[in-house]
């Protein structure tokens, strides 16, 4: 596996009071509106729950859909807006919101990479460890 700048933000799956705590979790910085902070969102990603990410589109119209994701209209700094997933892992559907630089080299696509590769972990892990006959 290579090392990313795409990373998991909460290791939970957020509810709507928490997903809109996450949004704003970098509100509080000094010198808030005097720099491209491009690099401090983009990248970021966690779970929400159906219930969030079917709320979305109807609080902000969607710039773009595209199969399993669609971006906000309204963006975080220049190029970097909140992208929302709904992907097959494991057997279910589960649903992820991240943000994401649309001209950047941190794109939705591969932001959704990361993502699929990132849940998958525990069970590429499974596969390797040994079978153990009950005592």
């Known amino acids: 596996m290579t090392q990313s700048s795409i990373r998991k933000i909460y290791f939970d799956v957020a509810d709507r009071r ?3 705590r ?4 970098h509100a509080q910085r000094p ?3 005097e ?3 491009c690099a401090l969102f983009a990248g970021e990603w966690f779970e929400i729950t159906r219930a ?3 709320y979305m589109p109807d ?5 773009w859909m595209s199969g399993e994701m669609f ?8 190029t970097v807006t909140g992208v929302f997933y709904m992907l097959r892992i494991g057997g279910r559907t589960r649903y992820f919101h991240a ?3 649309l001209p950047g080299t941190r794109s939705p696509v591969e932001t959704r990479d990361a993502i699929i590769e990132r849940k998958c972990w525990p069970m590429m892990h499974l596969r390797h460890l040994p079978i153990r006959a009950a005592a």
């Open 18 to 20: 928490q997903m809109f």
């Open 22 to 25: 996450l949004f704003d979790r």
């Open 35 to 37: 720099n491209n902070d």
């Open 31 to 33: 010198n808030r509106w």
């Open 59 to 63: 609080l902000l119209p969607p710039l």
């Open 52 to 54: 969030e990410h079917d």
């Open 99 to 101: 943000y994401c630089d």
């Open 71 to 78: 971006a906000l209209s309204e963006f975080l700094t220049e």
